[in-house]
């Protein structure tokens, strides 16, 4: 992942997520490899509540993991 502009990156995986493009696992695995250090407090800590409701989720796509995700997304998009 760029480190430049790793919050872009994120958005444009969740987005993918949101469509159905990729699971729970890709995700995951992409998210494994973000540096967390060049994010925002804010942006980190989203990350990591991110992070852990996919680590309870395991496979399944549901309506509160949605929530959390899209909360991710604007976290990264406001450099909260």
Do not use: Y
């Not at 540096?35 to 989203?46: I, T, V, Y």
């Not at 989720?57 to 993991?65: F, K, W």
Request: aromatic fraction near 2%; proline fraction near 2%.
């Amino acid at each position: 992942m760029s480190p430049e502009r790793q919050d872009d990156a994120i958005v444009q995986l969740c987005s993918r997520w949101l469509a159905r493009h990729i699971g729970n696992a890709e995700l995951v695995a992409a998210l494994a490899e973000v540096d967390r250090s060049r994010l925002q407090p804010g942006q980190a800590e989203a990350m990591e509540e991110l992070c852990e409701a996919l680590t309870e989720a395991g496979e399944e796509r549901s309506a509160q993991l949605e929530v959390v995700l899209r909360e991710t997304i604007e976290a990264l998009a406001l450099g909260a």
